[in-house]
């Protein structure tokens, strides 16, 4: 990477001071600071118990990127949020729902492999954001999340949310399958950004080519699909790289849909997840992310 050291900090600064002063004339000045002020990190329980992994020694030293992972309340209908399921019963506010697949083993290895790939200083721990936290989304100008045919967002997160992007934020979705998933999906998607439409990403697009000059793009499963001899669940056997653009131009949200790319983070250091299929999650979310900073 050729970014300059200091371009990440002047980056994240200037897009979080914008968003806290785009919110509009506070009541006071103590207020909007302490709506603005980022939420202490914490660690919430993992909907997967193998995924309750031991704290970096480093985890609270200074960074320049942070991984976000945003939380939301589950789908009734949701695979993993019925309740007979995973996590069904549980408070979402408090983890082992739906939002918390994959974490926070995922994203420790991607933030680990952001550091080696790149010059971004990355954090070695993620940020669980709850968009119902005042202003603390606005601080994260990157933003991630899976199992998408689970969420179910209020009124009020998708106005959030949908602000969060028009101001220059960007959200990566990843792990949704088939037409039932997608559809469970749209019910919040679709309250965030009902005028907008959601495209499949031109191989053309910049984003494909941030820092790895990715042209070839094949399904990326999850280590649950291998173990049953297949790479997808119901009808979701053809993958999709989708977007949602702003008005110049910009993406947005990007969606691995008919993927799991979280799966190719959370098992790059297991010699029985296939080394390709980390490779390709990994460059195009580095692509991502490279991309949410410069756009």
């Known amino acids: 990477m050729g970014f300059p050291k200091g371009f990440w900090i002047v980056a994240l600064s200037t897009l979080a001071v ?19 002020k ?75 492999a952001l550091r080696r790939l790149t010059r971004i200083e990355a954090r070695s721990v993620e940020q669980p954001v709850n968009p119902d936290d005042g202003d603390d989304i606005f601080n994260y100008p990157w933003l991630v999340a899976g199992e998408m045919g689970d969420w179910l967002l209020t009124t009020t997160q998708a106005a959030t949310l949908r602000e969060y992007l028009l101001r220059g934020g960007f959200l990566m979705l990843d792990d949704f399958w088939g037409t039932r998933e997608w559809n469970r999906f749209m019910d919040s998607m679709a309250v965030v950004f009902p005028d907008r439409p959601i495209v499949e990403i031109d191989e053309k697009d910049p984003i494909f080519r941030m820092v790895y000059e990715v042209k070839e ?19 979701g056997a053809v993958p999709h790289w989708r977007g949602i653009y702003d008005d110049k131009g910009r993406i947005m949200v990007v969606m691995a849909f008919n993927n799991d790319v979280g799966d190719s983070w959370e098992w790059a250091d297991d010699a029985r997840y296939p080394e390709k299929y980390s490779a390709l999650g990994i460059r195009l979310t580095v692509n991502d992310v490279v991309y949410a900073m410069t756009h």
């Open 18 to 36: 914008f968003g806290w002063a785009a919110s509009g004339a506070p009541d006071d000045a103590a207020s909007a600071r302490e709506r603005a």
């Open 38 to 112: 980022p939420r202490p990190f914490r660690v919430y329980r993992s909907l997967e118990a193998y995924d309750d992994v031991e704290l970096p020694a480093d985890f609270a030293a200074p960074s320049e990127w942070v991984q976000a992972r945003l939380m939301y309340p589950p789908h009734p209908g949701g695979r993993f949020s019925r309740p007979r399921g995973f996590g069904g019963g549980r408070d979402w506010r408090e983890g082992g729902t739906s939002w918390s697949q994959d974490y926070p083993r995922a994203d420790r290895h991607f933030a680990s």
């Open 217 to 235: 793009r094949y399904q990326i499963p999850g280590q649950w699909a291998l173990r049953q001899g297949t790479t997808f669940r119901e009808d």
